[in-house]
């Protein structure tokens, strides 16, 4: 923990599978609005070395300590990631938590199926969230307009990249703090609560859907602020 009292100001987002970087749009607001230097990635998702390498490039471009934050499949991303030395802090945003070794796939193994969340994959490996359950199992808490706004603007990812091991674990030596939607239909609750308190994370639950980064925006955006004000 920080013994300095300097707040960090530089925030790093990272977005997940089958979306883009437009959805953390209110977090950015909230956070510029209140003094940081944000800035958000765009994930190619297609595999998790070019993931990792786009986060890279962003974090190559902060002018100082980071607080480094990811929603799904960028929870994997930054853990990876996150070991660059400008990451103060990491925040996982109802985001995976893989160990050094370990898989995003390794991660559902012994947790409840999730019937609403239904991934179509098509003959290239390439795969899109099902058109008629994509609400239910995304974003459930969102407008019909945004929910399908999400649904139409759909990033595909390279399934393969949930079966890439991540070689580091940035969460094993810098601290993590963990926003879990208590109504994700993407993942097991038991899966999250379980990611979370292995990292050792301070959690924050949140009645939201999948989309959470999108829908509670507040929320969201008041745990990075305390990770900036207690990471170092």
Do not use: C
């Amino acid at each position: 923990m920080s013994t300095t009292g300097q707040e960090i100001k530089n925030v790093v987002l990272v977005h997940g599978a089958f979306a883009d970087g437009s959805g953390w749009r209110g977090v950015y607001e909230n956070l510029t609005a209140r003094g940081y230097r944000v800035t958000i990635v765009q994930n190619p998702l297609t595999s998790l070395e070019d993931d990792v390498a786009a986060t890279t490039r962003v974090l190559d471009l902060q002018d100082g300590p980071t607080i480094l934050v990811a929603h799904s499949w960028g929870g994997t991303v930054i853990t990876e990631a996150g070991v660059h030395p400008t990451v103060a802090g990491l925040v996982y945003v109802s985001a995976l938590a893989p160990d050094a070794g370990e898989n995003t796939t390794m991660q559902y193994q012994g947790f409840a199926p999730t019937p609403d969340f239904v991934i179509d994959v098509g003959t290239d490996g390439y795969g899109f969230l099902n058109h008629d359950t994509f609400k239910a199992g995304f974003a459930a808490d969102a407008s019909d307009a945004d929910a399908a706004f999400l649904r139409d603007t759909q990033v595909p990812i390279n399934m393969s990249a949930f079966g890439t091991p991540v070689k580091h674990a940035a969460w094993r030596d810098k601290p993590s703090w963990a926003v879990i939607a208590t109504d994700d239909k993407a993942f097991d609750q038991a899966m999250l609560q379980h990611m979370a308190k292995r990292i050792g994370a301070e959690i924050t639950n949140v009645p939201a859907s999948h989309a959470v980064f999108m829908t509670q925006p507040a929320v969201v955006a008041d745990v990075i602020v305390t990770a900036a004000q207690h990471a170092g």
